[in-house]
């Protein structure tokens, strides 16, 4: 294990010492969506809808990288939204859960149609109504703005904040402790 993440990244894997370990085995990335892959505000317009998201486009890339290396990403969210689902859409993300209530209930449901076991996941989640699809996973991530009880639990607690390339800090973890992460590299410098 190295003594740190890498050049991108100053956060010490030494703090987190299950986490490259953790990291290697993992074939599924979760993600909540408010507070992981936005910032977590959320804009209402005039009339009284939600009117407006943004995604950071590093952490769409590290999605997308993944995703080359058939690692797949779902997504698991409280909240309904179309501006999500057009997100998704575009990352090429095929499980989408929203307007959840039960995230453990969705995660189940996300891992048997994939064939896939709890320890084979890594879920990011930013504060309490994450925490039981995490207690569940492989790999327990929290941006850097998670609430302090999402961090207690967190295997690993990103330097980046949510909507501000915590995912891509994750999707490079993931690739490095993988050995994959250096062949992408060599493909985008060719």
């Not at 501006?83 to 891992?111: D, F, S």
């Amino acid at each position: 294990m190295p003594t740190a993440f890498g050049t991108h990244n100053t956060n010490p894997l030494s703090q987190f010492p299950q986490a490259w370990d953790r990291a290697s085995k993992i074939k599924l990335l979760v993600l909540d969506v408010d507070g992981v892959m936005t910032n977590g505000q959320v804009w209402i317009g005039a009339d009284g809808k939600e009117s407006l998201k943004a995604f950071d486009i590093q952490d769409g890339l590290g999605i997308k990288h993944l995703s080359q290396c058939d690692i797949p990403t779902a997504v698991i969210t409280g909240r309904s939204s179309k501006m999500v689902l057009a997100r998704c859409e575009e990352l090429g993300i095929a499980h989408v859960h929203m307007g959840v209530n039960n995230k453990v209930q969705a995660l189940n449901e996300v891992l048997k149609k994939m064939n896939l076991r709890h320890k084979d996941c890594a879920v990011m989640g930013d504060d309490w109504p994450d925490l039981a699809m995490m207690a569940k996973a492989g790999l327990k991530v929290s941006p850097a703005q998670g609430h302090q009880a999402v961090k207690d639990v967190a295997h690993y607690v990103c330097s980046m904040k949510g909507g501000n390339g915590a995912i891509r800090e994750v999707s490079d973890l993931i690739l490095k402790a993988q050995n994959r992460y250096e062949e992408l590299l060599r493909q985008a410098l060719s």
